[in-house]
């Protein structure tokens, strides 16, 4: 019987243990839209204001948050940035969640999201996985990701006057031979298109890490079919164990990511420079 209630109180300690840094992962940003609204009309201050919509590399829990970066090199500036990332989203979820945005009456809008579309493509077993984790209506694949990215954008202009940025996703780990990293500039490829039928401003930050990573002798410990294993790891590694998000990237051997999907700070650094410059270029031309 002891021995009974002792194996039950060890295995509730290591459930509670294992579970808080997923917990932890999963936390809402500081400020998101639901707690900005509130904050308003609290206060009744105006700021200029920018969303930045996107999944878990906007949402800043996983891998270096590159939304922390940018409010760094604008505190002396009157502007409200407001994290609008979610960990795991396709496309098709933030366009459920962007009457949210609108309310926030964005000045600017920046929208990095499909990695987790391109993903979803890779295997029947991956895209089941999304389609019930996620709750989707339907399978995703490279049109759906299209008409999805092109709705939320026509959304954002009809109802706000934000200036509006997309910004091509991250490469699927650092291997130009893998599958999953062409299928990244596949996707990206989707975002320039769309960019320009909408009218709005194209980042390059596919492209950019690309460029960085021909002089990069970077080489994954793992291989991309473990990838789901080696995001849980890294959450464990920061989280519970309270290694360095570059530190858990380095012993992966990654040079710009912490694992297949996600940012270590030189990745992190990439975004946070592009939006630097259109936020930067757009508020001085309002």
């Not at 409010?71 to 002396?76: A, C, G, Q, V, W």
Request: glycine residues 4%; aromatic residues 8%.
């Amino acid at each position: 019987m002891l021995a009974v209630l002792i194996i039950t109180i060890v295995g509730l300690f290591l459930g509670l243990l294992l579970g808080s840094p997923f917990y932890l992962s999963e936390r809402p940003p500081n400020i998101n839209p639901s707690n900005y609204l509130k904050m308003r009309s609290v206060s009744g201050e105006k700021k200029k204001v920018v969303v930045f919509m996107g999944d878990s590399i906007t949402h800043g829990k996983i891998g270096v948050n590159y939304v922390e970066m940018i409010k760094e090199r604008f505190l002396s500036e009157s502007i409200e940035f407001i994290n609008a990332g979610k960990n795991s989203e396709l496309t098709w979820n933030l366009l459920q969640r962007v009457d949210k945005v609108i309310q926030c009456d964005p000045d600017i809008v920046t929208i990095l999201v499909g990695t987790n579309d391109a993903n979803a493509s890779m295997s029947e077993k991956t895209m089941k996985s999304y389609v019930k984790r996620m709750k989707l209506p339907r399978d995703p694949d490279i049109d759906w990701y299209r008409d999805s990215l092109s709705s939320l954008i026509d959304s954002l202009k009809e109802n706000t006057s934000a200036k509006i940025a997309l910004i091509s996703i991250p490469t699927i780990g650092e291997d130009s031979r893998d599958a999953a990293f062409g299928r990244s500039a596949e996707y990206s490829r989707i975002v320039q298109e769309v960019s320009k039928e909408e009218e709005v401003a194209y980042l390059p930050l596919h492209e950019l890490m690309v460029e960085r990573l021909e002089s990069s002798q970077s080489r994954a410990t793992y291989p991309y079919r473990k990838y789901f294993i080696g995001i849980l790891k890294v959450i464990i590694n920061h989280y519970l164990l309270r290694r360095e998000w570059d530190d858990i990237a380095s012993a992966s051997g990654f040079s710009l990511h912490v694992d297949y999907l996600h940012l270590n700070t030189a990745g992190a650094k990439l975004v946070a420079d592009l939006l630097t410059e259109f936020i930067s270029s757009t508020l001085t031309q309002t």
